[in-house]
């Protein structure tokens, strides 16, 4: 499960936390992060699972509001700032854009693409 908190200031935002988390640590995880960080907005992404995973929230946090948002090409845009966090290097430099795939779990960084996703949307 991918997680991220962002913060706009002066126009550019600034991540706060990144994490991909296992599912039996979900609950304690978002629980220290919401105690910690008082975010305004909470979004879960539609996709595969979004409704278990919606259901299983009201049930551990049933006074938080949670806002599901389209996940619409947020695997491209996640791999995307995946490489600006961490440029290719070696051979991996000469693959094109396309065909580079992170070598480990990058859903943080999909939380993070439904974030900027959802702060461009009008």
Avoid: C
């Avoid at 126009?11 to 304690?28: D, K, N």
């Amino acid at each position: 499960m991918g997680i991220a908190i962002a913060e706009r200031v002066d126009g550019e935002w600034r991540v706060l936390y990144r994490a991909v988390v296992a599912l039996e640590q979900l609950h304690a995880t978002l629980q220290s992060l919401l105690a910690e960080y008082a975010p305004d907005r909470l979004l879960i992404g539609a996709g595969t699972g979004a409704k278990r995973l919606q259901a299983q929230l009201r049930e551990w946090f049933p006074n938080t509001a949670w806002e599901t948002v389209a996940e619409r090409d947020t695997t491209l845009r996640a791999r995307e700032l995946y490489f600006q966090y961490h440029p290719p290097r070696g051979w991996r430099r000469l693959l094109p854009k396309g065909m580079r795939i992170p070598p480990e779990p990058y859903d943080d960084y999909a939380a993070l693409a439904l974030i900027l996703q959802y702060a461009e949307t009008p």
